[in-house]
């Protein structure tokens, strides 16, 4: 069996720990373990960081698994918590690089895209980091990321979905996924969406909706049933 590496990857707060803590809860997958038993831990602990910041040390590594998962944001930051030092800059993904040397130590890369509302990602970044970087990954995807041909997951349709997005995305990138029904529940019972989100009393087109009748005349097919 070739040895695979599954790289999950996204925009700064599109969901990188919450699939972490799925992908890493499979038995089979040498993942984060440390992740699956905490509510956060920063990129600086994550198993790969050091190779992130040297990917030639995938040729030093005996690799004893056959199944690998990292993770990183794209920008990261490596320590300094949460809001950049103003001393230290944003840390770009050496992803060419890493991918480069995965595949010469004999991986097999599965490379694997969040998504997350547009909307939200502004609010979470400008909250967080002071600073809106989706464009900076938006750019990384479009030069760089679409050559490996990347498979796209959705944070928001796990949320709505749960378990039976879960089966999707497993068939879809041929890669084990494992968590308890109850795990999972815990795991997304914070829905983070929730403090960016407020309710409206009216919307310009809640009146045209309620007065406008189903089937009314301008319907070219309402016409078409009565003469047949």
Sequence with gaps: MKKRLLILTGPQGSGNHLWSKIFSEEPSVKGWEQLTKSYWVGHGDEPFVDIWENPKLF????WLYDLYFTSISCPYILEGGPIL?????????????FIKEAT???????????????NILEFQQSRVR??????????????????????????????LYEKVYL???????????????????????????QKY????????????????????????????????
């Design 130 to 159: 002071k600073q809106f970087t989706l464009p900076t990954f938006i750019d990384i995807i479009q030069t760089k990321l679409v050559n490996y041909n990347p498979f796209f997951i959705s944070t928001e349709q796990l949320y």
């Design 59 to 62: 040729s030093k590594i005996d």
């Design 104 to 118: 010469l130590a004999g991986f097999e890369i599965v490379l694997v895209v969040i998504g997350r509302d547009k």
């Design 197 to 228: 989100l407020r309710s409206i009393d009216e919307y310009w087109l809640d009146e045209l909706m309620a007065n406008t009748k189903n089937g009314g005349d301008d319907n070219p097919y309402k016409h078409h049933a009565k003469n047949n």
């Design 85 to 97: 030092p103003k001393d230290k800059p944003l840390c770009i993904p050496k992803y060419e690089e």
């Design 167 to 193: 089966n999707h995305v497993s068939k879809m990138l041929d890669w084990p996924i494992n968590i308890s029904p109850e795990k999972l529940q815990d795991v997304l019972k914070d829905n983070s969406n």
